[in-house]
């Protein structure tokens, strides 16, 4: 064990179910991404503990969704603050089972903090309307109230921040969830729900399973006591999910896959264009739903662009996300490194040029350079299928109609990225490309009060903004006649 990691200590993690903690007849390892070691373990729930997990909830939905607006409010802020104060030990938890660097894992803790803050002030503010009448003696109201048991599946990418928004928005309309969290990242995950639990929030109202996907998932799912799912993750998953739920006419939000693309115009400023998308594309190792992957360049400015991105991501250090000045940590799992390996290998053999990394890091855990690939042609399969890694394919355009006809070439569509001083073209882009989410010259998604969602195979639903708590709403309407 490294300096770095005897000062962290990584616990087992349980069940939480009906307001105890529990262990389960079965369990599987938690690894280390920097080492490739096991260190800890969690619980994975069979039938018998999903039931109970349905029960509990049931019981705690009569409670929570009879708790006055007021009073969900004030004992989600003090979840926010336990968050708060304990950031630093959840940051390093997370990067232990994760490998973002401790800097991230701390600022998607925090950034959690306040999301919960956002939606407990949401809570106090669901508001219904009364529509005027066209008789006499006859009033018409419009309430809000809560769909009930929410079912929430989330990845590992991001193992707080994308659970907290599922919590958060159902905790504040009312609901009661059974989250779902993510095997190989389990700790901090856990730390979310026990701030919740610390916070003085009842039995029942939020409960935390693990298993085999496809098992829970099909048991939560199909049954009845569940009114509604909300699930992060790929857009094949996403979409066996979504018709599970069809089946039974249940509620669903899907946040689904990517492929967003950055497109950069020569009159841009280049190296303020490059610098941005570089910490964009390498964030979290690019393993990001939102982030930059087809790099699209106008023709005039390719070589100057190149040249500021190969730079600036040559300079990012890579290492133990636990270690003081590392930028950028392993890859999650194994699984990444070979997908990693696999696009390289697709996009040269069909003449793509290699800028800059591209085979892995030859030591201990699943470490892949930041990779450039320059002229990726079209065909190339990390032009068709979303990366999650750190590797950007780099091609070129030359006209406005070219470059939007690739933008939207995908059937995806969650986010999309420009860079232009021409304020005609910021207009037309906004209005011509077809995506959830548009960040020009900057890049500002993920606010806790920004709406946050794809279209097209990118999913539907919002997690995000005052969108977020619809879907954890059903509208009631009430004419009575005095």
């Not at 105890?20 to 991404?33: E, K, M």
């Not at 019981?59 to 104060?85: D, H, Y």
């Not at 600036?312 to 940590?329: C, E, T």
Request: hydrophobic share 45%; charged share 20%; with cysteine.
């Amino acid at each position: 064990m490294t300096v770095a990691h005897a000062k962290h200590a990584y616990p087992d993690t349980l069940l939480h179910i009906d307001g105890r903690w529990r262990a389960a007849a079965r369990q599987r390892s938690v690894v280390n991404p920097a080492t490739a070691a096991p260190i800890g373990q969690v619980a994975l729930a069979g039938e018998v503990e999903l039931e109970e997990a349905v029960q509990a909830a049931r019981s705690g939905f009569e409670i929570w969704r009879n708790t006055p607006a007021f009073e969900r409010s004030k004992l989600m802020r003090v979840a926010a603050q336990c968050l708060r104060e304990r950031a630093n030990a959840i940051a390093a938890a997370m990067t232990m089972e994760q490998g973002k660097p401790l800097a991230e894992a701390r600022i998607e803790v925090l950034a959690a903090a306040d999301t919960i803050d956002w939606f407990a002030e949401e809570a106090r503010r669901t508001y219904g309307r009364v529509i005027p009448s066209r008789a006499a003696g006859v009033t018409q109201i419009v309430t809000r109230e809560p769909v009930g048991v929410v079912a929430a599946f989330t990845p590992w990418n991001f193992p707080v921040n994308q659970a907290v928004r599922k919590i958060a928005a159902a905790l504040a309309a009312g609901c009661a969830v059974i989250l779902k969290g993510p095997e190989e990242t389990p700790a901090s995950c856990a730390a979310l729900v026990h701030a919740f639990v610390d916070a003085g929030l009842p039995d029942g109202v939020l409960n935390l399973v693990f298993g085999v996907p496809a098992d829970v998932s099909g048991y939560l799912i199909r049954h009845p006591a569940v009114a509604k799912i909300s699930f992060t993750g790929s857009t094949q998953v996403g979409k066996q999910l979504a018709s599970l739920a069809g089946q039974q006419m249940k509620r669903a939000t899907m946040e689904l896959g990517g492929h967003a693309p950055a497109i950069v115009f020569a009159d841009a400023d280049i190296a303020r264009a490059a610098t941005l998308l570089v910490a964009a594309k390498f964030r979290n190792a690019g393993q990001v739903c939102v982030s930059p992957t087809r790099f699209l360049v106008e023709e005039a400015a390719r070589d100057a662009f190149i040249h500021h991105f190969v730079e600036a991501a040559r300079a990012i250090a890579v290492g133990d996300g636990l270690h003081d000045g590392v930028q950028m940590g392993p890859l999650a799992n194994a699984r990444r490194v070979d997908a990693m390996e696999a696009l390289v290998a697709d996009a040269l053999a069909r003449g793509a040029k290699l800028a800059l990394g591209g085979t892995r890091i030859d030591r201990a855990g699943f470490f892949f350079p930041p990779t450039v690939l320059t002229d990726v042609p079209r065909d190339a399969r990390m032009m068709n299928e979303e990366p999650f890694g750190p590797v950007a394919p780099i091609t070129t355009f030359r006209s406005y109609d070219e470059v939007i006809a690739e933008a939207n070439r995908l059937p995806v569509g969650l986010a999309a990225y420009a860079y232009t001083r021409d304020n005609a073209t910021l207009d037309r882009l906004s209005r011509d490309i077809e995506s959830g989410m548009i960040s020009l010259n900057h890049h500002g998604l993920g606010l806790p009060e920004l709406p946050f969602g794809g279209v097209k195979e990118s999913g539907y639903g919002s997690e995000g903004g005052t969108e977020a708590m619809e879907a954890y709403l059903v509208t009631k309407f009430v004419s009575r006649l005095s």
